[in-house]
């Protein structure tokens, strides 16, 4: 079993609609959970921290976080052509980290 | 946020000679990571550079062939050494701010190598 799990898509998403991508990893002392976003032929971007149950918002961008389910959320509120890029799932047990494979995201215009 | 500036980034080398890739952290880090990342695929760690001591290497990867150096908390660099096509990948420094335990990963931008 990986440490993080995620779906490798592609997700498929007309522009203006809602991207749900998820994440479930499996050490319950995960601390803290990072999502990156990785733009083909780039390094990954930092876009968004959670390390609490619960939601928390950025702009376009929302994280949920259900550790009792050991899952991890993102959505894409009015998703853009340019939200492209393969979204990275990160979970961190104080310096201990684990990347999932990612999940590929397409936002058709 | 840290700036994070890797060099070089991109090199096209002959089988079996070195390169050594540099990375150097602007803010005060606690950790630093290199990774090995093949088109298409995800990230694979390579090593967890420790400043002054032997990096901690991960299973299927050993120093003999990626030699790393940690001078300083901001500093660090990987040698790829005898090189073949197989090594031919995208490698990436990344590093932990200072500021606890629960921090995230920053990256650099990269090393694209190309092996003859």
């Known amino acids: 079993q990986k440490e993080v799990e995620q779906n490798s898509g592609p997700l498929s998403v007309p522009e203006g609609a809602i991207a749900s991508l998820n994440c479930t990893y499996s050490d319950r002392g995960s601390q803290s959970f990072f999502w990156y976003r990785q733009y083909s032929g780039k390094s990954p971007e930092l876009i968004m921290s959670?390390?609490?149950?619960g939601d928390k918002e950025d702009g376009r961008f929302t994280a949920q976080l259900n550790k009792a389910s050991q899952y991890v959320s993102l959505l894409i509120r009015d998703s853009q052509p340019s939200d492209s890029a393969t979204y990275l799932c990160?979970?961190?047990?104080?310096?201990?980290?684990?990347f999932g494979s990612g999940t590929k995201l397409n936002v058709k215009p | 946020s840290a700036v994070i500036s890797q060099k070089p980034s991109r090199d096209i080398c002959q089988r079996g000679t070195s390169l050594t890739i540099q990375c150097q952290v602007d803010?005060?880090?606690?950790?630093m990571f290199w990774y090995r990342q093949q088109p298409g695929q995800s990230l694979t760690l390579i090593a967890t550079?420790?400043?002054?001591?032997?990096?901690?290497?991960e299973s299927g990867f050993v120093i003999d062939k990626f030699p790393i150096s940690r001078p300083n908390l901001t500093f660090s660099t990987l040698t790829v050494s005898n090189m073949s096509p197989e090594d031919s990948s995208i490698y990436l420094c990344?590093?932990?701010?200072?500021?606890?335990?629960?921090?995230?990963?920053?990256f650099g931008d990269g090393t694209r190598l190309s092996i003859l």
């Open positions: 803010s005060q880090v606690t950790m």
């Open positions: 990160a979970v961190n047990n104080f310096n201990k980290f684990y």
């Open positions: 959670i390390y609490s149950n």
């Open positions: 550079a420790n400043q002054g001591s032997e990096a901690t290497y």
């Open positions: 990344s590093a932990t701010l200072t500021g606890g335990g629960l921090q995230p990963q920053h």
